[in-house]
């Protein structure tokens, strides 16, 4: 599992820029099935998700 993860984080930064974008879509599909109820908590998850890869927050 050690290996997969190590992988994975160097994924995450030489595509940061993909990375951040994939994890707004996906709490902008989130947020859009909940109707909205939980639109701070998911904005607030993704800032951090996006803070954690690469150089951090590259999509606003």
Known sequence: ???????AKDFANKH????DQGMKKAGDMV??????????????????AQARTGEGDQVR
């Open 1 to 7: 599992m050690g290996e997969f993860m190590d992988k």
């Open 16 to 19: 940061d820029k993909q990375v």
């Open 31 to 48: 947020d859009k099935r909940t109707g909205g109820k939980y639109s701070d908590r998911i904005d607030k998850g993704v800032d951090q």
